[in-house]
Nanobody
Framework: QVQVVESGGGLVLTGGSLRLSCAAS????????MSWYRQTPGNQREFVAN???????NYADSVKGRFAISRANANDTVYLQMHSLKPEDTAVYYC???????WGQGTQVTVSS
């Protein structure tokens, strides 16, 4: 069984930066994908970025050039570095481990203008 825990959310001004962390533990597969999604009230969860076990990364168009996903395989931790944050980035950010998916509890990111 796999558990996922996010951390690093908070309040930041427009144009600022934040780094989210996601730690996976348990029976981690050799081949897996770690993803970040975000959700605002009344809306569906939307894809932000993911990274495969071989290091391949993918991004939503809305965050390309501003967000960067990376991993530290030694401790099965994934990071989402967010720069040039905008008010529309405000959401609860969720980490997901696949196969599963297994979701974390979410972490709030608020970008204030």
């Amino acid at each position: 069984q796999v558990q996922v825990v996010e951390s690093g959310g908070g309040l930041v001004l427009t144009g600022g930066s934040l780094r989210l962390s996601c730690a996976a533990s348990g029976s981690i597969s050799m081949f897996y994908i770690m993803s970040w999604y975000r959700q605002t009230p009344g809306n569906q969860r939307e894809f932000v970025a993911n990274i495969w076990s071989d290091g391949t990364a993918n991004y939503a168009d809305s965050v390309k050039g501003r967000f960067a996903i990376s991993r530290a395989n030694a401790n099965d931790t994934v990071y989402l570095q967010m720069h040039s944050l905008k008010p529309e980035d405000t959401a609860v950010y969720y980490c997901a481990y696949s196969p599963g998916p297994v979701w974390g509890q979410g972490t709030q990111v608020t970008v204030s203008s």
